[in-house]
């Protein structure tokens, strides 16, 4: 299985990936407890600035560098007794990545780390799954970032978040660089992404809870707030109708690279099409905090959107937005410029990526604030509605969501 798939831009983002084939156990679920549930975790939320370096896939420049501006994470407890890790919940990365008490690495040691030696049930592993004994040296996996990479260890344990609990392997660090791990206020990512990102089946978090029985459905949902007077959240195995403004519309994935990746038709200014980008795919992405897209659609959004670099067009500005599956996906200036030190400049930045797969927009943190989604593994589809924020009135929001008069499919969650 090709592991190689790049992390888009995202907090974590791995930009080259050094992959080791496994031999899947099918038993190593836990047994179904015949309950299933549902359940939501408050995801806190980090401002930071932090340059980096992007690529795209198979190692091409995409000749530009990020400003990471926000990440959101939350709570996850692995073995027993339970560790508790705060973790990165990213659709755009596939494998559970947390410190491990193996890495003296500054960047660990300012993190909560993994001690297999205190959980009874934690199993070290090779690299074929099979369990590694006393003193025999360990196989590991070593991940290159942008500006730093993470060697790890392969390690099996129970992976609870709230009330769902699965056994899973994920990679223990022994070794993070200090640039730029030292500086996050998080512990790990736990990789949300569809089979073709993982390192195998055993590492998919949600695979394991669905064959261990305890997802009242197979689906996660993602609201991010837009302020302070109310939380962010992931809720796995449900959908939060309290969560948007009117109905969800559903867009299958339409390429099986791992990522949750939707057809675009196109990208509208003030809700008229524009006709620059056809033929687009999106990857929705909560790891990353920047909306990317082909530096050719880039650079003429920039040139037709006009934004001042004094700002002094700014309260004219139209809204920018994302056609998929006959809606306009509205976002207003504050969504997408770059608004700081009395000057202004689109957030937008360019990533090529290459056929098939490309023309590439990732959809990230600015989009996920103003639209909740939902990733339903069974059917493999993407779920979109306007998010329901405190203080916005329903009329408003509903304005950032426009028909164009295609076929949209808008029942439930659970419908076909």
């Not at 983002?13 to 099918?26: A, E, K, Q, T, Y």
């Not at 549902?38 to 806190?44: A, C, D, G, I």
Request: with cysteine; charged share 20%.
């Amino acid at each position: 299985m090709a592991l190689c798939q790049v992390l888009l831009v995202a907090a974590l983002g791995p930009l080259l990936c050094h992959s080791i084939s496994r031999n899947v156990d099918s038993h190593t679920a836990l047994a179904s407890t015949g309950l299933k549930s549902s359940h939501s975790v408050v995801l806190k939320r980090a401002n930071r600035t932090h340059h980096l370096r992007s690529h795209a896939l198979n190692g091409m420049d995409a000749l530009s560098s990020v400003v990471h501006k926000t990440a959101y994470y939350g709570n996850i407890h692995i073995g027993h007794p339970a560790q508790t890790a705060t973790v990165v919940f990213d659709t755009g990365s596939g494998n559970l990545m947390v410190p491990s008490i193996l890495c003296g690495d500054s960047a660990c040691t300012r993190h909560k780390r993994f001690d297999a030696s205190k959980s009874s049930t934690a199993v070290n592993l090779q690299s074929d799954g099979k369990e590694a004994f006393g003193d025999e040296q360990r196989d590991e996996l070593t991940v290159t970032f942008g500006t730093g990479e993470i060697t790890g260890v392969f390690l099996k344990d129970d992976v609870c978040i709230g009330n769902l609990c699965a056994k899973m392997e994920f990679i223990g660090a022994s070794h993070e660089t200090a640039e730029p791990f030292g500086s996050f206020d998080f512990d790990g990512v736990l990789g949300l992404a569809l089979s073709g990102m993982t390192q195998g089946p055993t590492f998919s978090i949600m695979d394991m809870m669905e064959a261990a029985g305890n997802l009242r459905h197979p689906i996660f949902s993602v609201f991010l707030s837009d302020s302070e007077r109310e939380d962010s959240e992931i809720t796995f195995g449900d959908v939060k109708q309290d969560r948007m403004v009117g109905d969800m519309f559903w867009v299958p994935v339409s390429r099986d690279t791992g990522y949750w990746q939707v057809q675009m038709e196109d990208i509208a200014i003030s809700n008229q099409r524009q006709h620059i980008c056809s033929d687009c795919q999106v990857a929705v992405d909560t790891g990353t905090s920047m909306l990317a897209g082909p530096s050719r659609v880039i650079n003429e959004l920039t040139r037709r959107l006009q934004v001042a670099g004094d700002c002094s067009n700014y309260d004219e500005l139209p809204d920018l937005g994302f056609v998929v599956a006959g809606h306009v996906m509205n976002l207003k200036p504050s969504d997408y410029v770059d608004k700081s030190g009395g000057s202004c400049s689109p957030s937008l930045m360019s990533l090529d990526v290459p056929p098939p797969n490309g023309p590439l927009f990732i959809f990230g943190d600015p989009f996920l604030r103003k639209f909740y989604s939902a990733y339903d593994r069974q059917n493999r589809r993407v779920g979109f509605a306007i998010a329901r924020h405190e203080g916005v009135p329903d009329e408003k929001a509903q304005a950032l969501l426009v028909s164009l008069g295609g076929k949209v499919r808008k029942a439930g969650f659970l419908a076909k």
